[in-house]
């Protein structure tokens, strides 16, 4: 157990729909990001918030968008879900904004869009 | 744009075989992690580099940081079945601060 919580572990949606992932980041850490990973392909940065505020933006689609809370959680938000967008959607946390000790990614949540 | 390029992409060796697998970049990293992904999980991270020339050893794994902290090399002495996975280096840029993760290397051990 890495200490980065995500849920659902799976999701099967259709296409058109809308849906949530969450992640709890470990104990102490402030840094939550958000990375795909689509077959056979590498990690994607979506984004990055530290403390609540958005810190970084990546290739994130305009249907995509995330939220950090005030207990450090965050939920990433996917919405008008196309075939294409079934991926790994995998969370990750660090203590600092930018950190050069890498990063705890927590077991992904696999998205399937029919 | 900035780039951390590994070779070889994929990599198919019997139990026992030593292999290395390259991470390069023209860019100046700050620092360089090595993680390991197994199918359907997260990445794992193996060990953090920072300076450069550093050599460090996990087991049978070691891992090096170019003198320039260019580019990075991890090494696996008798390689095992449980050694299979994708390799990925990461680092943070030392200009631009972003983190990058590089292209991988998929390795697969054979009993």
């Known amino acids: 157990d890495s200490g980065v919580t995500q849920t659902p572990k799976h999701l099967i949606t259709a296409t058109g729909q809308r849906v949530t992932l969450r992640c709890s980041p470990r104990s102490g850490d402030l840094s939550v990001y958000w990375y795909q990973q689509s077959l056979d392909q590498g990690l994607q940065f979506l984004i990055q918030y530290y403390n609540g505020e958005e810190r970084a933006k990546g290739n994130i689609l305009e249907r995509f968008s995330a939220q950090q809370f005030p207990d450090l959680h965050s939920e990433l938000n996917l919405s008008s879900l196309e075939l294409g967008d079934s991926a790994l959607y995998f969370c990750a946390s660090s ?4 950190s050069n000790y890498g990063y705890t990614f927590g077991s992904g949540t696999r998205l399937t869009v029919v | 744009t900035q780039l951390l390029e590994q070779s070889p992409q994929f990599l198919s060796i019997q139990e ?9 970049s023209s860019s100046v990293f700050s620092s360089l992690q090595w993680y390991r992904q197994e199918p359907g999980e997260g990445p794992v991270l193996l060990v953090t580099v920072v300076t450069g020339g550093e050599v460090k050893k996990l087991k049978r794994l070691t891992f090096q940081f170019g003198d320039a902290r260019k580019d990075s090399s991890l090494h696996i002495t008798a390689a095992q079945p449980g050694d299979t996975g994708l390799y990925l ?18 390795l697969k051990v054979l009993a």
């Open chain 2, 16 to 24: 026992g075989e030593n292999l290395t697998v390259y991470c390069n």
């Open chain 2, 89 to 106: 280096c990461a680092g943070l840029s030392s200009g631009t601060y972003k983190y990058i993760f590089g292209t991988g290397t998929r």
């Open chain 1, 95 to 98: 203590v600092a904004a930018s």
